[in-house]
């Protein structure tokens, strides 16, 4: 089954609108921790924002947003004011366990093209 | 500027050639990974490295071997390439504690591989 699951391959988000990135998950862990990356066409990935799963409050980073609903076990990107450097590739993963040696397990992404 | 450094970033070999990519970080991180990304999925777990001195099989590691040479080194060969592992190839290193695991990976800029 999968762990992460990102349902949407692509999206066109016109600029400036608000672009919400969905990711569900699956695991048993009460402890686990979940991350988002950027991949802009250039290659490289990008960490953008991280959310435990013992966070009280949804985590925040300039105009990332992570909207974390953990009894529906989703952990979804907001980008507010979407710009064309938005434009890219991004990926959901997800660390289960507490051990600091930890593995990622990652979602297959989701391509988001920004129109001016 | 501190970070994982990858080398090479280009490569094309003929079918049954061996190579080696280099991976290094100055980021004093114990935890070192290899990953693959073909078109349109995510990045899989070939192996890894949880501290110096050990190594451990990811999901695909059929075909490759990894050397941890020491904490800041860690190693992937192609014994016989295939086709099949035409890929790009990451190299990324995470730390001990909490904080690391908030910070997530810190991924090199990649090795894109051609196997003809």
């Known amino acids: 089954a999968q762990k992460i699951t990102q349902t949407q391959p692509g999206m066109f988000v016109q600029e400036k609108e608000a672009v919400t990135l969905d990711c569900t998950y699956d695991t048993s862990d009460q402890s686990y921790g979940l991350f988002w990356y950027k991949q802009p066409s250039s290659g490289e990935m990008i960490f953008l924002i991280y959310?435990?799963?013992?966070d009280e409050q949804n985590a925040t980073e300039g105009r990332y947003s992570l909207n974390f609903q953990k009894a529906r076990k989703s952990a979804n990107l907001v980008i507010s004011a979407s710009q064309l450097g938005d434009s890219a590739m991004y990926f959901c993963?997800?660390?289960?366990?507490?051990?600091?040696?930890?593995?990622?397990?990652w979602g297959a992404g989701t391509k988001l093209i920004i129109k001016p | 500027n501190a970070g994982v450094t990858q080398t090479p970033k280009f490569q094309v070999l003929k079918t049954g050639q061996s190579m080696t990519l280099q991976c290094a970080q100055d980021m004093n991180h114990n935890s070192m990974y290899w990953y693959r990304q073909d078109p349109g999925m995510g990045l899989r777990l070939i192996y890894y490295?949880?501290?110096?001195?050990?190594?451990d099989k990811g999901e695909v590691p059929n075909g490759y071997n990894v050397s941890r040479l020491n904490k800041r080194e860690f190693s992937l060969r192609l014994e016989s390439a295939a086709p099949s592992q035409t890929s790009v190839y990451f190299c990324?290193?995470?730390?001990?504690?909490?904080?690391?695991?908030?910070?997530?990976?810190?991924f090199g800029s990649g090795t894109r591989l051609t196997v003809v």
């Open positions: 993963a997800m660390r289960e366990g507490r051990h600091s040696n930890y593995q990622l397990i």
């Open positions: 959310q435990g799963s013992y």
């Open positions: 490295s949880a501290s110096e001195g050990t190594t």
């Open positions: 990324a290193s995470s730390g001990p504690g909490v904080r690391a695991t908030r910070d997530g990976y810190t």
